[in-house]
């Protein structure tokens, strides 16, 4: 589903973020990027979005190869099959969460009957069907980031990227967040969360990828953090 | 449907929420459109007086009542051997009150006090060098009197008439002023675009949230474009709108009021305004779509 072909990202300012990275994640796995701070984490995922263009090297997303697609057309179908959550929720204070959620399809052009139909179902999965109508502002941070992620999946995405989806939360909220991304892996997703939660890694028991200064120093299936 | 509701209903939001800067954006649009109509009208007056005096020709040969058919031929051919006379048209009587009843369509009591008869024929001469008129009161045999007229020699001319030295001097005048006002309305042009640019660049960043969000997701550059380039478009609309229904205003207010004291000289009727119209409502959009260009350049590239 995803695949890094020695990858190197260097910024303007000459730092390296990404060294020679290859990595291959097949359709319906689930992954943990771990690495301390500044160790390329973030960097990845961003090119993953064709956010930013990789130094060296080529990305496949779903089979394409990002280097080749177009901004006009290429790149808002990628990010249409990709979900993503971070750490800072990202809702849009002035919109209920039903609104928040229903944005998503709203602006990729979606009729209003699948909107109807598709954002209640979303927000019952992830167990927030009887605060539809509430503001973000009226949520706890677990409660706002099951929003986040209800909104990362309404469109069935193939691949979510998950940013330290729990960096923001206690060690309880983390657990539910994790379990309703094992959800989302169990319905054939292909997850991608980059964390330094060392608890939630010990605890999962999946495929970790550890990236120190942009190399990669580890790659385990079934791992831990460290 | 939904999508068309869509865009209108962002870019109301979006004119709401930078209420005081789009104000800025219209009334500088309008101005813009204002000075832009009025030159486009004053240059329209220009030809009309032209029109009116001269016939768009520069020498008139006025003939006499008693001038033969042969006379008339003969002086045809005088002028038409000079290198100089591009064209010699015939105008009869008839032709000369035709074209006077046109021009002054607006003020029928001046139509209705003169008959066919009391317009003198002539033969309509341009000129491919308008400056050497001398050569053409030569061939005819003319000279300046004392009093300014000419006199000329040969059979069957009332008068002779250099319309271009006439009326040079005005024309200069309202060639000048019509260019100022042009080139006022080239400054306003600009100001108007960095103005509808700049409500752009309000606008984008007020929503920048909701614009991150939006790539995010993958949304495409025109859903997240277009809402901002309609309410540009919306701003220099309203600026074109406001311009016209004050020029309509001023033509009835000023104009039609001049039309009584000045009945001699032609002046613009409402379909002159009317024919500015279009011109505006393509400036109107070309402003708004260049202002779009430079507002979301460097900013929105997903």
Known sequence: MITLRRITKVFKNSVVALEDVSLEIPKGEFVFVVGPSGSGKSTMIRLLLKEEEPTNGEIFVAGKSLGKLSHWKGVPTLRRNIGTVFQDFKLLQDKTIFENVAFALEVIGKPKGVIDQRVPEILELVGLGDKMNDFPDELSGGEQQRVSLARACVNRPLVLLADEPTGNLDPGTSVDIMRLLDKVNRIGTTVLMATHDQAIVDAMRRRVVELDNGKVVRDQSRGVYS | ?302
């Open chain 2, 1 to 302: 449907m939904r999508r068309i509701d869509y865009y209108f209903r962002e870019t109301f939001t979006g004119l709401r929420r930078n209420g005081l800067v789009a104000f800025a954006a219209i009334a500088t649009a309008f101005i813009t459109l204002l000075l832009f109509g009025g030159a486009l009208l004053i240059y329209r007056e220009y030809t009309l007086i032209r029109e009116a005096t001269t016939g768009n020709v520069q020498v008139a040969v006025y003939l006499t009542d008693s001038a033969s058919g042969d006379a008339v031929r003969l002086l045809t051919e005088t002028l038409q051997d000079l290198p100089i006379v591009e064209s010699v048209d015939y105008e009869s009587k008839q032709e000369a009150y035709a074209r006077f009843q046109r021009l002054f369509a607006n003020q029928p009591a001046l139509v209705n006090n003169v008959t066919p008869d009391a317009l003198p024929a002539s033969l309509r001469v341009s000129l491919s060098e308008p400056e050497k008129f001398a050569q053409v009161a030569a061939a005819l045999g003319c000279r300046l009197d004392d009093t300014g007229e000419y006199q000329c020699a040969k059979p069957g001319i009332l008068a002779l008439r250099d319309h271009r030295e006439t009326l040079q001097r005005l024309f200069q005048v309202i060639k000048v002023l019509s260019l100022a006002v042009l080139a006022a309305a080239g400054l306003m042009l600009v100001s108007a675009i960095a103005l509808i640019a700049n409500t752009i660049r309000v606008g984008l960043f007020a929503r920048r949230k909701e614009i991150a969000i939006m790539r995010l997701v993958g949304a495409t550059n025109w859903r997240i474009r277009i809402p901002f380039l309609i309410e540009a478009l919306v701003e220099s609309l309203v600026g074109a709108a406001t311009a016209v229904v004050l020029m309509f205003m001023g033509k009835v207010l000023f104009i039609d009021q001049l039309r009584n004291q000045v009945g001699f000289l032609p002046l613009i009727q409402n379909r002159d305004v009317l024919f500015v119209v279009p011109w505006l409502l393509a400036v109107a959009a070309l402003v708004a779509i260049v202002a779009s260009v430079f507002g979301m350049r460097r900013f929105l590239d997903v």
